[in-house]
């Protein structure tokens, strides 16, 4: 299976700020994705991102807030623009299985909390 | 569309005990299922997975979970659970190139 880095592991960050995710795959990939979970919820899908097209937004997130990058098949970006304290969140990339039904793979996430 | 429901957001059993955690699925087309677990401060790490065939599916570290299409369930079982099970296991539906829904997560709890 895939396996996939994440940077930062962790931040703490001052409202009004942006951080920038860094996702690193060691194949290449068609789809990646990136999800938020809130303190104690469960996985919430925020886009997909395929390389060489616009990323797809599930409902509820917008491009302005959570911009990305897909520049190419082993690399994703995700920013969290302009952070509240609601953005406090683990932010987990994953990528495709590698075949119908198949499960996706994920990094260890990002925790981000913002002051 | 299609959800899944995970019964019981806390589960406690003493260690040795049996582990049952509970997911029913509403899908309308035959599903792909998997358990994956998450302990503390990691990402996702993927238990065991259910496509087709064998209905009984095992896992890594002792656990299997059972599909039943009839009950659509897909329940996960550890015949005797082990201080190092306590973790929050997730329940999902989907995968390859398919959007996952995930399930809200039961944290399980190992009392010595």
């Known amino acids: 299976s895939a396996v996939i880095s994440q940077k930062p592991s962790r931040d703490i960050c001052q409202r009004g700020t942006s951080l920038t995710i860094q996702c690193q795959v060691d194949?290449?990939?068609?789809?990646m994705f990136w999800y938020r979970q809130q303190p104690g919820q469960s996985l919430t899908l925020i886009a997909t991102a395929n390389q060489g097209s616009e990323a797809t937004y599930e409902s509820g997130f917008v491009i302005d807030k959570f911009p990305i990058s897909r520049p190419n098949l082993t690399f994703s970006t995700l920013t969290v623009s302009n952070m509240s304290p609601e953005d406090s969140s683990i932010y987990l990339c994953s990528v495709e299985g590698t075949g119908t039904g198949e499960p996706q793979h994920f990094g260890d996430g990002t925790r981000l909390s913002i002051l | 569309a299609q959800s899944v429901t995970q019964l019981g957001s806390h589960v406690s059993v003493s260690e040795g005990a049996l582990v049952l955690l509970r997911c029913n699925y509403s899908s309308s087309v035959p599903p792909y299922l998997f358990w994956y677990v998450q302990y503390p401060n990691q990402g996702l790490q993927l238990l065991l997975k259910?496509?087709?065939?064998?209905?009984l599916v095992k896992g890594i570290n002792g656990f299997e979970a059972e599909f039943k299409k009839s009950e659509t369930s897909f329940h996960l079982t550890k015949p005797s659970a082990h201080m190092s099970d306590a973790a929050e296991y997730f329940c999902?539906?989907?995968?390859?190139?398919?959007?996952?829904?995930f399930g809200t997560g039961t944290k399980l709890q190992v009392i010595p």
């Open positions: 999902a539906l989907g995968g390859g190139y398919q959007k996952v829904t």
């Open positions: 259910y496509t087709t065939g064998a209905t």
């Open positions: 194949s290449q990939v068609t789809m």
